[in-house]
T-cell receptor, first 110, second 115 residues
């Protein structure tokens, strides 16, 4: 089992819809979780971080964390074509290493 | 805040030469810096982790004598690709982290092409 897994893409959603990106991790002791966005040919940029169970909202983005299920998700409301990118989930493990998932490619169709 | 710069953004060099890439945290002190490489349409691959003032920790399979990392201060880390070959052509990205949460902030990346 890989340490951080993300739902395979590419994920296509129509403009204005909700995009749901999922991530699971294997280390139960993980405490810090991050979502990054990476446009093609560019480096990743931090969208948000989450540390406690529940939801965390920032504008159109909502991160959801469920440590019991070892699951973290990112919801993008009112998806825009400019949201088309690869989304990376990152998890800081109990042994102090940040592991990145393989990424999910999102395409928002106008 | 949390700005990381990287220089150069793009470099083309001949096979056998060495290339140095600089990574700077501009508005925070980075206790840890990371170096990644990424091939087209592939995942980030962590190459090494460096802490200020100490030797870098390299990931399995990464040649430390080929990829020299120096983290001389809390705001600067360098990666030197020695005796570069065409297979070293890639997108090299640094990130910097400071504080207990260890959020990583990425530099804009350096695209290396070895002819």
């Amino acid at each position: 089992q890989k340490e951080v897994e993300q739902n395979s893409g590419p994920l296509s959603v129509p403009e204005g819809a909700i995009a749901s990106l999922n991530c699971t991790y294997s280390d139960r002791g993980s405490q810090s979780f991050f979502w990054y966005r990476q446009y093609s040919g560019k480096s990743p940029e931090l969208i948000m971080s989450i540390y406690s169970n529940g939801d965390k909202e920032d504008g159109r983005f909502t991160a959801q964390l469920n440590k019991a299920s070892q699951y973290v998700s990112l919801l993008i409301r009112d998806s825009q074509p400019s949201d088309s990118a690869t989304y990376l989930c990152a998890v800081k493990t109990s042994y102090d290493k940040v592991i990145f998932g393989p990424g999910t490619s999102l395409s928002v169709i106008p | 805040g949390a700005v990381v710069s990287q220089h150069p953004s793009r470099v083309i060099c001949k096979s056998g030469t060495s290339v140095k890439i600089e990574c700077r945290s501009l508005d925070f002190q980075a206790t840890t810096m990371f170096w990644y490489r990424q091939f087209p349409k592939k995942s980030l691959m962590l190459m090494a982790t460096s802490n200020e003032g100490s030797k870098a920790t390299y990931e399995q399979g990464v040649e430390k004598d080929k990829f020299l990392i120096n983290h001389a201060s809390l705001t600067l880390s360098t990666l030197t690709v020695t005796s570069a070959h065409p297979e070293d052509s890639s997108f090299y990205i640094c990130s910097a982290a400071g504080g207990s949460r260890d959020t990583q902030y990425f530099g804009p990346g350096t695209r290396l092409t070895v002819l």
